[in-house]
Nanobody, 122 residues
Framework: QVQLVESGGGLVQAGGSLRLSCAAS????????MGWYRQVPGKQRELVAA????????NYANSVKGRFAISRDNAKNTVYLQMNSLKPEDTAVYYC???????????????WGQGTQVTVSS
């Protein structure tokens, strides 16, 4: 009953910026945390950034610290990822993730979006 939809991916040259959005909709009771992961073919999906509702705590992969920023609009159940100083190695499919509880009381630790492609050219 819950859906995560990513948007904002595309093609950008190295050094450029991109802003990803992920909107959660459906029978949501609460969201404990939201985050962004990325994956390239043949590799494991990796955490890029996460934000925890309690305390608004953020966490970033070392490779993106100082370049990416995660934020949330709780009223819209939306999480954003501002990506600056993009590098070719940032090229991947970016997935939105949420730890949420539905109105029916079901806890989903890993609720995933369908992903959005980010391609950085050199």
């Amino acid at each position: 009953q819950v859906q995560l939809v990513e948007s904002g991916g595309g093609l950008v040259q190295a050094g450029g910026s991109l802003r990803l959005s992920c909107a959660a909709s459906g029978s949501i009771f609460s969201i404990n945390a939201m985050g962004w992961y990325r994956q390239v073919p043949g590799k494991q999906r990796e955490l890029v950034a996460a934000i925890i509702t309690s305390g608004n705590t953020t966490n970033y992969a070392n490779s993106v610290k100082g370049r990416f920023a995660i934020s949330r609009d709780n009223a819209k159940n939306t999480v954003y990822l501002q990506m600056n100083s993009l590098k070719p190695e940032d090229t991947a499919v970016y997935y939105c993730n949420a730890d949420l509880t539905t109105l029916g009381g079901t806890r989903y630790v890993n609720c995933w979006g369908q992903g959005t492609q980010v391609t950085v050219s050199s």
